[in-house]
């Protein structure tokens, strides 16, 4: 295995910093791969980021990551509709920590559910910006 995180985030997350900004806060999504790489560094991790608007590039994208020390997902709004991307997890059977800027369980009902939740090793959701780090030191704790 590598210790190689790739940090892959779905639909619309290429906006942050001008989207929503009441409800994702105006970092944009290079700024949080930059922080996510200091301090996957810090610990002796590289990353490699990746984003995609369409679901079967983030399907290839995770089949490609089963080598990988774990995977940061933000799926956006593919998290409470993906059968493939659940798939696309099991199969690839690497160490997946579902992300969320935002606390979806204080949100519509329809993102109460999360249809890759049940494959990933565990979910991070309502931390701000701050659930990308909080989701790195628990894919670093899970390697360790
Ligand atoms: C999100 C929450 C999803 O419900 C939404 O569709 C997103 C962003 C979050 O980071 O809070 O696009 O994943």
Redesign the pocket.
């Known amino acids: 295995m590598s210790n190689e995180i790739l940090l892959l985030n779905g ?3 290429n906006l942050l910093g001008t989207r929503e900004t009441d409800m ?1 806060g105006d970092t944009t999504l290079e700024d949080v791969e930059n922080l996510v790489s200091s301090a996957a560094e810090a610990a002796g991790y590289s990353v490699r980021c990746a984003q995609s608007n369409v679901e079967g590039e983030l399907v290839d994208a995770l089949q490609a990551a089963s080598n990988c020390a774990g995977v940061l997902l ?4 593919y ?2 509709t993906s059968v493939a991307l659940r798939d696309a997890i099991k199969g690839a059977g690497a160490k997946v920590v579902e ?4 606390n ?1 369980f204080q ?1 519509e009902d329809f ?1 109460h559910v999360s249809m890759i939740g049940p494959v990933c090793i565990g979910s991070v ?1 309502g931390f701000g910006i701050d659930s990308y780090l909080v989701g790195l030191q628990a894919l670093i704790m899970a390697n360790e």
């Open positions: 639909p619309n997350l994702y933000n799926a956006g709004a998290t409470h992300i969320h800027i935002s979806v949100r993102r959701s």
